[in-house]
């Protein structure tokens, strides 16, 4: 099938042709049609499989004949990563038809939100705390919005979003579109589609998640000591200009992110404390190719769209088989091809032998050749909690100390105390004063870790099973 036989305007043949989007994705094939004629859609999407389009397609479409200046169309997604994405794939594919949208959510100024919605500009992508935050205001009206469409719905119940969701939905007009988009359908979302949806055309409902066809999939065993340093030798022999790189806490990304700045590799960081400037800035140099590494947590996963993202690494593997698809899907986007890593230590055999259950495969085990894996490493990746606690505690006594000091010389020179009485704002050494190395001298020992890992290196040379060098995938028959 071809874009041409879907029935839209000449303008979104030509933004389509513009994006250079050849054929419609499968889920594109199937939900656009019943989607321009306005019926609801219930669509269980894999990520990257071109949902995003499969809904702002035929909200543009109804939307272009209409006068501008109304809101009649709204998208609520989970994550500010993702409201940003999906503004900018409307910006893309808009081109000439005049046809507006605008991001709405957290860790940025309301105003020129509330001047979004004072214009009306015709589609709103808004994430559920910070529209919320907004209808408490007579400027916010939803009153004229037609579509709404809900993404990763599966998404916004694990964020704890749902009472939200349903508050927004009681100021939307009943008469309307809904479509509702998920990467998988648990109980909870089938019953919001069963309390939001007029008889919804169905699509993939029985389906498994899955991650993109194109992807393939290795699994690394590593000491989790040398996770880091193994990263590093993969970077050097990687083909892929720009990696995506997974851990599972904001601690761990700042620290992995320290290291990799400290060996030279230019490397953005994305995760929950991170400000939205911050986040925005990360992902706007990561695709312009001034860091090569972008270290992220899963909370930032949903939205980050990199065209060409050749390698995601899973520097550890994630809790939820979920979040594995979600992770890895952020390469091969769209039918494309692209390597999934996975660097599994001992204790997260368990989780990576749950996605695998999950995926209905068994991830090949390799290891990179030339890695010493009976390096020693010279500094810990994770400052134990304990030990952050206590660095933290020292620098505060210090803190207190400098202020107690100040507080005195000014008495002594007849000076009014600082308000405020916060101190600490002298350039004192803030960061990393958790004192990190801790080398310990001696010969090297081989503990249990390493005989795991030489029987998971006994795995991966079992026959059959051939070695590939890093980079690109063979070219794959049928592709
Ligand atoms: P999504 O699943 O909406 O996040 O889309 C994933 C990626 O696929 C985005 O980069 C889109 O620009 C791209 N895409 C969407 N539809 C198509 C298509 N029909 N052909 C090629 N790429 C597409």
Redesign the pocket.
């Known amino acids: 099938m071809s874009f041409t036989e879907l029935a839209l305007s000449p303008e979104i043949l030509a933004a389509v042709e513009r994006?250079?989007?050849?054929?419609?994705?499968p889920i594109?094939e199937k939900a656009i049609p019943p989607a321009l004629q306005g019926q609801d859609i219930l669509a269980a999407?894999m990520?990257?499989?071109?949902?995003?389009?499969t809904f702002l397609l035929p909200i543009m479409q109804r939307l272009q004949g209409k006068p501008r200046g109304t809101t009649r169309a709204l998208v609520v997604a989970p994550t500010r990563e993702l409201a940003a994405q999906i503004a900018e794939?409307l910006r893309e594919l808009a081109g000439r038809t005049g046809i507006t949208g605008a991001a709405i959510y957290g860790g940025v100024a309301m105003g020129p939100q509330e001047q979004a919605f004072r214009r009306g500009v015709d589609v709103i992508i808004a994430t559920p705390g910070r529209l919320l935050d907004h209808l408490q205001y007579p400027y916010a009206k939803l009153n004229s919005v037609e579509v709404l469409v809900l993404d990763e719905a599966d998404r916004m119940l694990d964020m704890g979003f749902l009472p939200d969701v349903r508050r927004i939905l009681a100021r939307v007009p009943a008469k309307r579109q809904t479509m509702l988009f998920s990467a998988t359908l648990p109980e909870q979302i089938v019953t919001l589609a069963d309390d939001f949806l007029r008889n919804p055309v169905a699509f993939n409902v029985e389906r498994k998640s899955a991650p993109a066809s194109g992807i393939t999939h290795t699994a690394y065993p590593v000491p989790q000591d040398l996770k880091s340093h193994l990263l590093l030798a993969v970077l050097k022999q990687a083909a892929s200009p720009n990696v995506l790189t997974f851990t599972r806490t904001k601690h761990r990304a700042n620290r992995l992110a320290d290291f990799l700045e400290r060996r030279g590799v230019a490397t953005a960081r994305i995760h929950g404390n991170r400000s939205q400037a911050q986040r925005t800035e990360a992902l706007a140099g990561f695709k312009a190719g001034r860091y090569r590494v972008l270290v992220a947590t899963d909370i930032a996963a949903r939205g980050i769209?990199v065209?060409e993202l050749g390698l995601v690494v899973n520097f550890d593997v994630p809790h939820l088989p979920e979040d594995y698809i979600h992770r890895v899907g952020r390469t091969a986007?769209?039918?494309a091809t692209g390597d999934a890593y996975t660097f599994v230590s001992r204790d997260e055999e368990g989780e990576l032998h749950a996605i695998e259950r999950h995926i209905g495969k068994s991830l090949p085990r390799r290891l990179v050749e030339g890695f010493n894996y009976e390096k020693r490493p010279e500094e810990k990746l994770e400052v134990p909690l304990a030990e952050r606690i206590a660095a933290i505690r020292s620098r505060k006594r210090e803190e207190r100390g400098r202020a107690q000091a100040n507080a005195e010389r000014r008495t002594a020179q007849g000076l009014p105390p600082r308000s405020g009485g916060s101190a600490g704002t002298g350039g004192g050494p803030r960061r990393n004063s958790t004192g990190s190395t801790s080398r310990s001298g001696g010969a090297q020992r081989v503990g249990p870790g390493m005989a795991w890992l030489r029987q998971a290196n006994a795995d991966a040379s079992r026959p059959g099973e051939t070695r590939r060098p890093f980079g690109r995938p063979p070219a794959r028959a049928g592709r």
């Open positions: 994006m250079g989007f050849e054929q419609p994705t594109q999407a990520t990257g499989s071109g949902k995003t389009a794939h769209d065209e986007r769209a039918e």
